[in-house]
Each structure stands twice: as structure tokens, then as C-alpha cells.
């Protein structure tokens, strides 16, 4: 069944808008700050959601709220609608969820350790390739043994246990280098100081919960509350999006060439998902972008200039809007020139020259049209949005978040037994055992000693005790034998 186009504004009095169809191919919104990509990037997400498209947008700068109330009516406002061709203005909110990986601006947004697996948190940790292959063995340990790694106190005692066990190992896993080990945990301590402890967990998300929609049919606007995320950890934030990324690719089922598309993910600050990536990696996410489409996912990036994004991904982006950029400088310039001629040219508009004279609420548009041919570059007037410009209040959003269908599922942690546990239940049992032996000697060595020593029971244990302490160290490995102290670090309980 055929779809409405999603309008973007009007060139010269003539509708620009994105074909349903040609949606999955994927799209740009670059400006310098203070352009107009927020008020793009709302006609988009909330054009796709009419659709019965439901969305993920990240909100770092706390200003997308708005898409979720309905917008206030001008005389402005509608002078500015009919321009672009609407006659008939309404402002109207779109159904969405709030999340957040921090709990506070919206549901508590959790994976685990084996969602992400051990290539993405390389990723995240920034690790080295001889890191990366620990990391890698370390999850195959576990995997092989059925120990789960959910969170974070999982994954330290499964890298203190391979540590402890790298001789072992060696023979089936290959070589563990203890300085990898070292570095690794101190990654760990650095990620848990930047918001990990409470993003690894349980329940954790699912992708269902992101593929929502109303019982109008309207897709739910997935909206990430990433202001914090971004500011302290914007490696958690991007590598966050590419585990979405990798989630859709994996599950979602191949649908040809949909008459629209069944999920689109915005990407804003996108250069944080490129920088200092390593090769292997940006060959997997140009090679992601290329064939989600077949799953009928859209990716929209968002970023300052057009240059952030690699050429191989820069190529696939069908549908672009650029709002202005700024030419201060030789480097601006060049940049300028670039974001120009990533367009179809119009011989009836300097592109370049364009791109710096741009006012708010304008940008330069090409889209694809139904043969899937980009459209020549025009400069465009942006509609105005149906739903607020500008956040929600604080009351606003939380009546929101009380009133979802999601209210309550993932408000508690969950600490079910994983690798964690079954180490420490194994500590404990080998100091039981360690202490028992150790009791049986002492008491041999007491009874032949009789009235020599003078020891009371009380020191006999006390003796017992401090064997099984060091016998533990070499078999189970130090960290995990303090975890039964209480000193090993684990998640915090309030």
C-alpha cells in the first residue's frame, strides 16, 4: 500500500519529501550548531512515526523532549506551514518512550556483558589487539563452562580466574599474558567510574522494546536521555548505537525493498562512532549500513559536516539535508567545498556559496526519488514541526514515563547467578575443603603435641584460617578469595 511522502519543506513552492520507499537508504543532517538540525531531525523522527515507523533518537543536548507534546499554533507558524504547502496546520504530540542509562530521565536502559560481547566492549575499553584476543578468550572460557557474564563484577572475576588458570588454559586456549589481564581490569575500573555499573546489568533491554507502536499504529519515538552519557563517556554513547546497529542487523528479518521502513535509527554526534575506530571495525560498520537496508532500517547520521562520516558510508547516504555551514577559516572553507560537492549539482544554484548564506529554518536538500536516483540539490524552506520545539518539563516527563507501557518492567536490577556467583561459590567451597584438611592435620599435629603447645581451640582455627587463606590464592586467585571478605568489588547495593 502506498505511503504519503514525509515532508521536509518546499523549494520554490514545490513539496520536497522523502519517499516511504526510499526511507531505508539511509540519510545526512549536517550544520554548524545553532542551524535547525534539531528542528530537522523532529520533522523526521515524528514524519517516520505517522508512518507507523517507530524510531531511536539519542537526545544529548535535552532538547528533543518537545516531540512529545503537541506543538503551540502561530500566526507565524501557520504563515510558515502554508509557504511550504500545508493548508491545513495541526500540532499533534508523538507517542514516545524515554530512556536512560543512568535511570533518571527515563527507564533504566541495561545490557550485559554477553549482549554486547567481547569485540564491541574492546571497543569500548579501547583495547589493543593482543587486549582484545584476552577479552575474547575470556568469553569463550566462560561460554564453554556455561558461566554467564552479565555485569561487570562477572567479567573482573572471569579475567582473575583465566589469570589464575593461564597455564592451564594454554594448552586449549593459548597463551594469557597477565600485563593484558592487568590493563584490562584497569579499563574496567575506569569504564564503572563513567556510568558502567549501572548500564551492565539486568533485566536488560530487548530489541523488541524498541520496535513499539500506538494502538493508532504510529511508531514510538525511542528517545535516549544522553546528555550525561555524552559528556562523561562518549565512547559508552557511541558504542551504545553501534550495538543497536549490530542487534538490528543480526535479528530483524530480510524484507526486500518495503514500501517503507520498519525501524530508523538517528545517529547524532556521529564522528564519535568513526574516531579512532580501527580498520576492521569500519569496514564492519560500512559493511552494516550497506546491507541493513534489506531489513528495512534507515540510518540517519547527524553531524557538524559532512566530512566527519568516511567516504564509503558518506556514499550510501541517500538523503541528505545540510543547513548551514561556517567559512571562518582555510580549513572551514575546504570543508565547505567538500560538503558541496557531496550533492547532485543544479545548475541554477551555486551550492558552495549556498551552504555559508543559509538562515535558520533553510537548509540544501537532495532526496531520492522513486527510481532511487538523488534528486539535484535545492535550497529548501524547513515546515514547521507539529509537536513542541523545545523540552518537556520535568512534571511533563515523568507523568509520561509513569503512564508507559514500560513503567516498572526495568526499574529494579536484577542479580541472578552468573559468573560472579559460581566463582565465588567455588572459593567457597574450596576454602571449606581447604579448612577441613587443614583442621584434621592441625588436630593429628595437637593430639601428638599434647601439653606441649598450649594452643586453646579458638587459635587452632584461627591457624586454619590463615592456611586456607594462602592455599586459596593459587587456586582460585587472590581477588576472588578477598570477593568472600567482602573486599572485592562488586555492584553497589543502596
Given at each position: 500500500?502506498?505511503?504519503?511522502?514525509?515532508?521536509?519543506?518546499?523549494?520554490?513552492?514545490?513539496?520536497?519529501?522523502?519517499?516511504?520507499?526510499?526511507?531505508?537508504?539511509?540519510?545526512?543532517?549536517?550544520?554548524?550548531?545553532?542551524?535547525?538540525?534539531?528542528?530537522?531531525?523532529?520533522?523526521?523522527?515524528?514524519?517516520?512515526?505517522?508512518?507507523?515507523?517507530?524510531?531511536?533518537?539519542?537526545?544529548?543536548?535535552?532538547?528533543?523532549?518537545?516531540?512529545?507534546?503537541?506543538?503551540?499554533?502561530?500566526?507565524?507558524?501557520?504563515?510558515?506551514?502554508?509557504?511550504?504547502?500545508?493548508?491545513?496546520?495541526?500540532?499533534?504530540?508523538?507517542?514516545?518512550?524515554?530512556?536512560?542509562?543512568?535511570?533518571?530521565?527515563?527507564?533504566?536502559?541495561?545490557?550485559?556483558?554477553?549482549?554486547?560481547?567481547?569485540?564491541?566492549?574492546?571497543?569500548?575499553?579501547?583495547?589493543?589487539?593482543?587486549?582484545?584476543?584476552?577479552?575474547?578468550?575470556?568469553?569463550?572460557?566462560?561460554?564453554?563452562?556455561?558461566?554467564?557474564?552479565l555485569d561487570l563484577k562477572d567479567l573482573r572475576a572471569m579475567l582473575t580466574w583465566v589469570s589464575d588458570n593461564r597455564q592451564e588454559?594454554?594448552?586449549?586456549?593459548?597463551?594469557?599474558?597477565?600485563?593484558?589481564?592487568?590493563?584490562?581490569?584497569?579499563?574496567?575500573?575506569?569504564?564503572?567510574?563513567?556510568?558502567?555499573?549501572?548500564?551492565?546489568?539486568?533485566?536488560?533491554?530487548?530489541?523488541?522494546?524498541?520496535?513499539?507502536?500506538?494502538?493508532?499504529?504510529?511508531?514510538?519515538?525511542?528517545?535516549?536521555?544522553?546528555?550525561?552519557?555524552?559528556?562523561?563517556?562518549?565512547?559508552?554513547?557511541?558504542?551504545?548505537?553501534?550495538?543497536?546497529?549490530?542487534?538490528?542487523?543480526?535479528?530483524?528479518?530480510?524484507?526486500?525493498?518495503?514500501?517503507?521502513?520498519?525501524?530508523?535509527?538517528?545517529?547524532?554526534?556521529?564522528?564519535?562512532?568513526?574516531?579512532?575506530?580501527?580498520?576492521?571495525?569500519?569496514?564492519?560498520?560500512?559493511?552494516?549500513?550497506?546491507?541493513?537496508?534489506?531489513?528495512?532500517?534507515?540510518?540517519?547520521?547527524?553531524?557538524?559536516?559532512?566530512?566527519?562520516?568516511?567516504?564509503?558510508?558518506?556514499?550510501?547516504?541517500?538523503?541528505?539535508?545540510?543547513?548551514?555551514?561556517?567559512?571562518?577559516?582555510?580549513?572551514?572553507?575546504?570543508?565547505?567545498?567538500?560538503?558541496?560537492?557531496?550533492?547532485?549539482?543544479?545548475?541554477?544554484?551555486?551550492?558552495?556559496?549556498?551552504?555559508?548564506?543559509?538562515?535558520?529554518?533553510?537548509?540544501?536538500?537532495?532526496?531520492?526519488?522513486?527510481?532511487?536516483?538523488?534528486?539535484?540539490?535545492?535550497?529548501?524552506?524547513?515546515?514547521?514541526?507539529?509537536?513542541?520545539?523545545?523540552?518537556?518539563?520535568?512534571?511533563?516527563?515523568?507523568?509520561?514515563?509513569?503512564?508507559?507501557?514500560?513503567?516498572?518492567?526495568?526499574?529494579?536490577?536484577?542479580?541472578?547467578?552468573?559468573?560472579?556467583?559460581?566463582?565465588?561459590?567455588q572459593a567457597e567451597e574450596a576454602l571449606s575443603e581447604e579448612a577441613t584438611v587443614s583442621v584434621t592435620t592441625q588436630n593429628q599435629a595437637t593430639s601428638r603435641r599434647a601439653g606441649k603447645s598450649?594452643?586453646?581451640?579458638?587459635?587452632?582455627?584461627?591457624?586454619?584460617?590463615?592456611?586456607?587463606?594462602?592455599?586459596?590464592?593459587?587456586?582460585?586467585?587472590?581477588?576472588?578469595?578477598?570477593?568472600?571478605?567482602?573486599?572485592?568489588?562488586?555492584?553497589?547495593?543502596?
Amino acid at each position: 500500500m502506498p505511503h504519503h511522502p514525509l515532508l521536509i519543506g518546499a523549494a520554490q513552492q514545490r513539496p520536497i519529501a522523502i519517499e516511504p520507499h526510499m526511507a531505508n537508504r539511509h540519510g545526512l543532517i549536517a550544520g554548524a550548531t545553532g542551524t535547525g538540525k534539531t528542528i530537522s531531525l523532529q520533522i523526521l523522527a515524528q514524519g517516520f512515526s505517522d508512518l507507523g515507523v517507530p524510531v531511536f533518537v539519542p537526545d544529548i543536548k535535552g532538547d528533543f523532549s518537545g516531540i512529545a507534546a503537541a506543538g503551540e499554533t502561530s500566526d507565524r507558524l501557520v504563515e510558515r506551514a502554508q509557504r511550504v504547502g500545508i493548508d491545513h496546520f495541526e500540532v499533534y504530540a508523538a507517542p514516545t518512550v524515554f530512556w536512560d542509562v543512568f535511570g533518571e530521565q527515563g527507564h533504566p536502559l541495561r545490557l550485559t556483558m554477553a549482549d554486547f560481547g567481547p569485540v564491541l566492549l574492546s571497543r569500548l575499553l579501547n583495547l589493543n589487539e593482543t587486549q582484545t584476543g584476552v577479552m575474547q578468550l575470556a568469553f569463550k572460557v566462560a561460554d564453554d563452562n556455561g558461566w554467564l557474564l552479565l555485569d561487570l563484577k562477572d567479567l573482573r572475576a572471569m579475567l582473575t580466574w583465566v589469570s589464575d588458570n593461564r597455564q592451564e588454559l594454554s594448552g586449549t586456549y593459548g597463551n594469557v599474558a597477565p600485563a593484558s589481564i592487568g590493563a584490562i581490569q584497569r579499563a574496567l575500573l575506569t569504564l564503572e567510574s563513567q556510568g558502567g555499573e549501572q548500564f551492565f546489568g539486568e533485566p536488560a533491554v530487548t530489541l523488541h522494546d524498541f520496535l513499539q507502536t500506538d494502538p493508532q499504529g504510529k511508531g514510538v519515538v525511542n528517545i535516549l536521555h544522553a546528555e550525561q552519557l555524552y559528556r562523561n563517556s562518549p565512547l559508552v554513547y557511541s558504542t551504545l548505537l553501534l550495538w543497536l546497529l549490530s542487534e538490528l542487523f543480526e535479528q530483524l528479518p530480510e524484507l526486500g525493498d518495503p514500501d517503507k521502513p520498519s525501524f530508523v535509527v538517528f545517529f547524532d554526534e556521529a564522528h564519535l562512532m568513526f574516531n579512532r575506530a580501527p580498520r576492521s571495525l569500519l569496514d564492519r560498520i560500512e559493511q552494516v549500513v550497506r546491507l541493513i537496508r534489506s531489513k528495512g532500517v534507515g540510518v540517519y547520521f547527524i553531524t557538524q559536516n559532512p566530512t566527519d562520516i568516511p567516504d564509503n558510508v558518506l556514499g550510501q547516504l541517500g538523503n541528505r539535508i545540510q543547513h548551514a555551514l561556517r567559512a571562518f577559516t582555510p580549513r572551514d572553507q575546504r570543508a565547505v567545498r567538500v560538503a558541496a560537492q557531496t550533492f547532485r549539482p543544479n545548475p541554477k544554484l551555486d551550492t558552495e556559496a549556498t551552504i555559508t548564506a543559509l538562515g535558520v529554518g533553510e537548509a540544501l536538500v537532495s532526496v531520492l526519488d522513486a527510481k532511487g536516483t538523488p534528486t539535484p540539490v535545492e535550497r529548501v524552506t524547513i515546515r514547521p514541526p507539529a509537536s513542541r520545539m523545545g523540552p518537556l518539563t520535568t512534571a511533563e516527563r515523568q507523568a509520561l514515563m509513569s503512564d508507559s507501557v514500560l513503567a516498572g518492567v526495568y526499574d529494579q536490577p536484577v542479580d541472578r547467578e552468573s559468573a560472579y556467583q559460581i566463582l565465588q561459590r567455588q572459593a567457597e567451597e574450596a576454602l571449606s575443603e581447604e579448612a577441613t584438611v587443614s583442621v584434621t592435620t592441625q588436630n593429628q599435629a595437637t593430639s601428638r603435641r599434647a601439653g606441649k603447645s598450649g594452643r586453646t581451640g579458638s587459635s587452632i582455627l584461627a591457624a586454619t584460617a590463615t592456611s586456607a587463606m594462602r592455599s586459596i590464592g593459587t587456586q582460585i586467585g587472590r581477588q576472588v578469595a578477598r570477593g568472600l571478605l567482602g573486599s572485592l568489588t562488586g555492584r553497589r547495593r543502596r
